[in-house]
């Protein structure tokens, strides 16, 4: 009998059968962020900024387009299961001598990822992009006093969401477009209200025309560097913002919240309520660093909660991390394999057991239970889904990420 087929029956002791675990996993598509593989620079030379910052200088980072598609490409052959290519509106591209603001950009500047994305046989999201750009004016953008600077982004927004909306028709498929903003004062703000009034009135307009390829969603902040008093889009006005229009979302980016606040437990709360959650999963290590996701606790509570919540088809999971101090594939890898992991792990649990045990006051049974599910033979299972997909199994994809770095990054000097 094969490692899997003993993990099997280990998983059928338990009530779970891992053959239906597997063949869910590899239908839930996961959302990768474009911006791992330069460091969020983008195409239209805006670069980071706005309270989000990379740290590191590892060598062989993508500088235009083409070699973008080529390290995605790359981490895909390495990563099983169902993928999307998450958008930033910086990298529209732009044909020679062509230099649009960004509030002028259209849909055949992402014409090209379009295609990009039909050979891939992949979904797109999208995302606005309020900064790194000379029109955020003292930090503010959708909540500037100054009209110019709020129009600018008022445009942008609008536009961002008519991209998504004919790239969403172009693939036949409906596209994430997540509007956050870097919003804030550095130190501690006079007036708490008058900028949110005037997010609420430019989000009114941003997501005034209907999209029917479009899901809208909005993500919330707690701080970022230099914008640590005060932020705008708190959790508190989204979500009572998206509460109160049918047709726009909350986004849950698992770096945004207080240190000791679970996201996992976001998840069921807001199910009560709307009937799609996106998420960006990330890795704070000790505030919104976005490091690089690995199969940890966190990860696999919020994993949890998708899966025995049966939820997986209204939690879109997206990425967002941006680590520039290893290699960008590795990265890009690590980050998609690790939720995988996450997902899996939530898959082979026997949570209707342990929800009857919750119901019936077995508090013994819930807690055995799931202590001694953590050594069954998970990682027999995933290799064995590794296999299934035709890829490389955890100990060996490195070795083809080494390899390019040899062939192909160290090149880009
Ligand atoms: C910033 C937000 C936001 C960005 C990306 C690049 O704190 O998490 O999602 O990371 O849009
Ligand atoms: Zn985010």
């Known amino acids: 009998m094969s490692s899997f087929e003993k993990a099997k029956t280990k998983y059928k002791n338990i009530g779970v059968d891992v053959d239906s675990a597997l063949a869910a996993l590899s239908e839930k598509p996961i959302s990768i962020h474009c911006w791992q593989g330069d460091d969020i620079t983008g195409f239209d030379s805006g670069g980071a900024g706005g309270g989000i910052q990379t740290t590191g200088n590892y060598p062989g980072k993508a500088r235009n387009f083409q070699e973008m598609k080529a390290d995605f490409e790359k981490a895909c052959s390495l990563i099983p299961g169902k993928k999307r290519i998450s958008l930033h ?143 705008v889009g708190s959790n508190e006005f989204y979500l009572a913002y998206a509460a109160g229009k049918p047709d726009v979302y909350t986004l849950l980016d698992n770096g945004h919240y207080h240190p000791t606040e679970s996201t996992a437990d976001k998840i069921p709360s807001l199910l009560c309520f709307f009937d799609k959650i996106p998420l960006h999963i990330t890795r704070a290590v000790r505030w919104d660093s976005d490091h690089v996701v690995l199969f940890d606790d966190e990860v696999r509570e919020i994993c949890k909660e998708i899966v025995r919540n049966n939820a997986l088809d209204k939690v879109l999971v997206g990425l967002d991390f941006f680590d520039a101090s290893i290699n960008r594939i590795a990265a890009w890898v690590l980050g998609t394999r690790s939720v995988q992991k996450a997902l899996l792990y939530a898959l082979l649990m026997p949570h209707e057991m342990l929800k009857t045990a919750q119901d019936n006051a077995e508090f013994t049974k819930m807690m055995a239970v799931m202590e001694d599910f953590k050594t069954l033979p998970f990682g027999d299972v995933w290799t064995a889904y590794c296999e299934k997909q035709g890829v490389l199994p955890d100990g060996e994809w490195l070795d083809a990420v080494m390899e390019y770095e040899k062939k192909v990054l160290v090149n880009r000097k």
């Open 89 to 231: 509106a910086s990298y529209a591209i732009f044909s020679q001598g062509e230099k649009p603001a960004r509030n002028e950009i259209e849909y055949k500047h992402f014409a090209p990822w379009v295609d990009y994305a039909k050979e891939l046989g992949i979904g797109i999201d999208f995302n606005p992009t309020c900064f790194g750009h000379p029109m955020v004016k003292d930090n503010l953008t959708l909540s500037s006093p100054d009209e110019a600077v709020r129009r600018f982004w008022i445009e942008h927004c609008v536009r961002s969401r008519q991209i998504s909306n004919a790239i969403g028709e172009a693939l036949d498929d409906e596209v994430l477009c997540n509007v956050w903003i870097p919003d804030g004062f550095k130190d501690i703000p006079a007036d708490r209200k008058t900028p949110r009034m005037r997010l609420k009135d430019s989000l009114d307009e941003v997501f005034a025309e209907k999209l029917p390829n479009v899901i809208d969603c909005v993500e919330s902040k707690v701080f970022g560097i230099g914008v640590e008093s005060y932020t």
